[in-house]
Nanobody, 133 residues
Framework: QVQLVESGGGSVQAGGSLRLSCAAS????????MGWFRQAPGKEREGVAF???????RYADSVKGRFTTTRDNAKNTLHLQMNSLKPGDTAMYYC???????????????????????????WGKGTLVTISS
């Protein structure tokens, strides 16, 4: 049974930082491109950061330079370091996995494939991030 479990969400003031984590089980983790999505109230889910099995990354323009995603294949974990947070970053953040795509391919697929799965194979249940001004 595949499980992706996010943690690390919370409430911080604008300008602050948070570090999200995702623990994966039930998959051959190193074979998967991992991604972070977010969905704000009333908005579409969007892919914000992807990291593939070679640790190549791809970021949405809205987070580039502020967010960094890393992975630990030995521990089957994924992280998202979020700095210089803005109220516009408030959203539910989801971890997702897709097999055998590069980070750039996964980013493109996430924007092209409609809900519910946005082209991803597996999803976590999300962790809430709230940024106050």
């Amino acid at each position: 049974q595949v499980q992706l479990v996010e943690s690390g969400g919370g409430s911080v003031q604008a300008g602050g930082s948070l570090r999200l984590s995702c623990a994966a089980s039930g998959i051959t983790y190193s074979n998967y491109c991992m991604g972070w999505f977010r969905q704000a109230p009333g908005k579409e889910r969007e892919g914000v950061a992807f990291i593939d099995s070679d640790s190549n990354t791809r970021y949405a323009d809205s987070v580039k330079g502020r967010f960094t995603t890393t992975r630990d294949n030995a521990k089957n974990t994924l992280h998202l370091q979020m700095n210089s947070l803005k109220p516009g970053d408030t959203a539910m953040y989801y971890c997702a996995a897709v097999s055998r795509l590069t980070a750039s391919q996964a980013f493109g697929v996430s924007a092209a494939v409609p809900p519910p799965n946005y082209g991803m194979d597996y999803w976590g249940k999300g962790t809430l991030v709230t940024i106050s001004s």
